[in-house]
Each structure stands twice: as structure tokens, then as C-alpha cells.
């Protein structure tokens, strides 16, 4: 387990409160540690008890505030009750980070209705619920005209979602989902930025989290060759997913809504592994065009059907 020193300042979130969903593990345990070592109280959610339990226990002894409630995102009355519950005990919530999610890799004509369905749930409609409920009863509590007469804004919200930019070939509900809730951080950006409310997103590419671990053997191996189509040549890590929501909670994005970050050492950008030339070379162009398929080519020019044929 390592430790990062936050680059921002101390009690940069002094006197907030933050939600941080799967904040039992990985990606989202690193978000509420760094938001609690700059001040913030932090409330962790899952489903797990002994994980938010745990996490909970490290940030009180890094001399951090956290408390934690136990509830499936998908569960929409379970989630109005825990928002309810919290800002009954805390009078606001200042921070939300729609962090849970996750997903199996599976060929998507192999996707059953039910396994699509639990992905979906958890990626996208549990962030909404997250998300309008912490929209609603922070506005039964607080009017527009109160936060800005104490010099504060509605609170942020920042939504992890994944490199679904391409698809997300193996993990089709996954990449629907996220795309999905990429459209609406957009609309909750603009339905909401009169209240002063701010709704960002992270999209983090191959991160080497805690969550790596949940997969099975054969994806393990391919986890570990996925630093090669990343031009960083790396996987990223739990903090620098951590700094890119805090930057986006923080004042330093007071004028940023509706937006994604992505923190994915460029994966998207060059997914191939051909090597990029020193030198390129000039192309005469002479008004004539060629076309030349070279012989060991040919097979490539073929679809998959004609292959399966010859
Ligand atoms: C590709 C290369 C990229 C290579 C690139 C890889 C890197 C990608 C980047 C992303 C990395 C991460 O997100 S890392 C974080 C990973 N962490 C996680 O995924 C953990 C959280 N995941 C989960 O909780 C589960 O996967 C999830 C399905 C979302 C929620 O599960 P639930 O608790 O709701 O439900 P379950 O009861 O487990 O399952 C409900 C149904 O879903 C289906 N189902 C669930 N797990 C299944 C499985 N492993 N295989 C088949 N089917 C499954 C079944 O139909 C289940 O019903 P029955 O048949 O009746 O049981
Ligand atoms: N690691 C990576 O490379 C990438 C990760 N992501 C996304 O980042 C987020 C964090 O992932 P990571 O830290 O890697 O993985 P983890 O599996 O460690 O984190 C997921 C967390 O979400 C919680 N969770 C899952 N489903 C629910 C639910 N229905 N209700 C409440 N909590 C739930 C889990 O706790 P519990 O099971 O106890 O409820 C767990 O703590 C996820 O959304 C993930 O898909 C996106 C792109 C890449």
C-alpha cells in the first residue's frame, strides 16, 4: 500500500462534507482519504460494511473525519433514506463523488438481459439516484439565496465513468452505461448551474486499483500487457485519478461544468502498437493514384466470412 502527498493546500476543504460512493476500495478509499487529509468530513458508501468499516478506521487514524452507511446504489429508496439520514446529521452535503461501479468482461452477444441489466443499474441509474436525490434534499435545505449568503456554492458533484470513447469492446454494458452517464453530467450541468451546482466527470483509463484485483486469472494476464497500448506506457494510478476529482471539486474549477477529464495516459488517442516513425517520409504526388495490395497483405483484405470460407 502506498502513500501520496496531496499537491493541494491543507483544509482546502475545511468545514465540507463529501460523499464518496465505493469508497470502500480502490479509487474510490484513495478519493476519500485525500479529501479528508484536506479537510472535508467524509461519508463512504457501499454495500460492504466490513470495507467502509475499514476505511473509516484508516482515515480516523490519519487524523481524518469519516463516517460511513452501508447501501446499494440501485436501491432508490434506500439511497433517498441514506441522503435524508446525512443531511439530517450533517445539514448539507457539499461534495459528491458518484465513484461505485463495475462490470464483468463478457462477449456481448453472450450478455445475458439480467447481467446487462446489473450493470447497467450500478454505472448509471445508481448514479443518478445518487445524484438527483443529493440534488433535491440539498435544495429542501438550502436555498439558492442561503448558500450564496454564506459564501458557498450548491454542492459539486464529480461522476467516475471509463475509456468508453472507442466502445468498449468485452465490456459492452460497462462502456453503454458510462456513455450514458457522460450525456447526463452534461444535462445536470445545465439543469443545475442555477443553483450553483457543478457536475463534472472523470474518465480514468487502465488504472492499477484495488478493483484489478476482483478480476479472474485470464484477465489478470491481459491487464498486465494493456500498459503497452498506453503512450505513457504505464497504467495510472489511484491518486492521480484522486487529483483530477479534487481538482474538480475544488474553487480552482469554479467556472468547469458539464465536463469530462480523462486520466489515461493518452490510451485512447493511439490504441495501435505500430511504432511512430523519427522521420517521415515525402510522398510525391504526381496527379496519378496506384494501388498495390503487397502479397502478404492479402489475406487482411478479406472478411472475416470470406476467411472462415477459403
Ligand atoms: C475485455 C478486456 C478489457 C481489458 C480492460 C480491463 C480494464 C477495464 C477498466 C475497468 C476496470 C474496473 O472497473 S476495475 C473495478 C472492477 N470492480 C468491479 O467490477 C467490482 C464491482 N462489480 C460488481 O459488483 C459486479 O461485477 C456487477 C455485475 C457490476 C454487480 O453485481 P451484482 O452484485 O449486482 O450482481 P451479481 O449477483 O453479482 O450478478 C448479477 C448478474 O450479472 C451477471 N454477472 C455478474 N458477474 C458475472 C460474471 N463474472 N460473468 C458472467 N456474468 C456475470 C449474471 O447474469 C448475474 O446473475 P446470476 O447469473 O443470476 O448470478
Ligand atoms: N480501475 C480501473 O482501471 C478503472 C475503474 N473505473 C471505475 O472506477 C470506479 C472505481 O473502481 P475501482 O476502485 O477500480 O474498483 P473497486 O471494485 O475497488 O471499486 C468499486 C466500489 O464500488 C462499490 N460498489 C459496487 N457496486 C455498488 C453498488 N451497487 N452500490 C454501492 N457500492 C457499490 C464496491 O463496494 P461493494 O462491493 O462493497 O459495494 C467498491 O468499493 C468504478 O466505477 C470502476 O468501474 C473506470 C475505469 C477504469
Redesign the pocket.
Known amino acids: 500500500m502506498s502513500c501520496y502527498e496531496s499537491i493541494f493546500r491543507d483544509a482546502l476543504f475545511a468545514g465540507q462534507v463529501g460523499l464518496v460512493t465505493g469508497g470502500g476500495s480502490?479509487i474510490g478509499r484513495c478519493i476519500a482519504h485525500e479529501m479528508a487529509r484536506l479537510g472535508a468530513h467524509v461519508v463512504l458508501v457501499g454495500?460492504t460494511v466490513e470495507k467502509l468499516e475499514r476505511v473509516a478506521a484508516e482515515i480516523a487514524e490519519d487524523g481524518g473525519s469519516a463516517s460511513w452507511w452501508a447501501c446499494d446504489i440501485?436501491d432508490e429508496a434506500g439511497v433517498k433514506a441514506m441522503v435524508a439520514e446525512i443531511v439530517a446529521a450533517h445539514g448539507r452535503v457539499d461534495m459528491l463523488v458518484n465513484n461505485a461501479?463495475?462490470?464483468?468482461?463478457?462477449p456481448l452477444a453472450h450478455l445475458?438481459k439480467?447481467?446487462w441489466e446489473?450493470?447497467v443499474?450500478?454505472?448509471l441509474t445508481g448514479g443518478f439516484l445518487m445524484a438527483r436525490e443529493v440534488f433535491e434534499q440539498s435544495m429542501q435545505t438550502f436555498s439558492r439565496r442561503e448558500h450564496r449568503a454564506q459564501g458557498r456554492p450548491g454542492p459539486a458533484i464529480v461522476n467516475i465513468i471509463?475509456?468508453m470513447w472507442r466502445g468498449m469492446?468485452?465490456?459492452a454494458h460497462?462502456g453503454a452505461a458510462r456513455a450514458g452517464m457522460q450525456n447526463l453530467t452534461m444535462t445536470a450541468a445545465v439543469e443545475w448551474a442555477r443553483f450553483g451546482i457543478r457536475v463534472n466527470a472523470v474518465a480514468?483509463g487502465?488504472?492499477a486499483?484495488a478493483?484489478?484485483e476482483?478480476?479472474?486469472e485470464p484477465?489478470k494476464t491481459?491487464?498486465t500487457h494493456?500498459h503497452k497500448s498506453v503512450p505513457l506506457k504505464r497504467l495510472g494510478t489511484e491518486s492521480e485519478v484522486s487529483a483530477a476529482v479534487c481538482f474538480l471539486l475544488s474553487p480552482a474549477a469554479a467556472f468547469m461544468t458539464g465536463q469530462t477529464l480523462s486520466v489515461d495516459g493518452g490510451a485512447p488517442l493511439y490504441p495501435n502498437q505500430f511504432p511512430i516513425p523519427a522521420h517521415s517520409n515525402s510522398l510525391a504526388f504526381n496527379g496519378f493514384h496506384r494501388a498495390t495490395t503487397p502479397a502478404f497483405l492479402s489475406a487482411h483484405l478479406q472478411s472475416p466470412e470470406d476467411a472462415d470460407q477459403t
Open positions: 480502490g454495500r440501485r461501479g463495475g462490470q464483468y468482461p463478457s445475458s439480467k447481467g446489473a450493470v443499474a450500478t454505472n471509463a475509456d469492446p468485452g465490456m460497462s480514468p487502465w488504472i486499483s478493483g484489478m476482483t478480476y479472474d484477465m491481459t491487464i494493456l
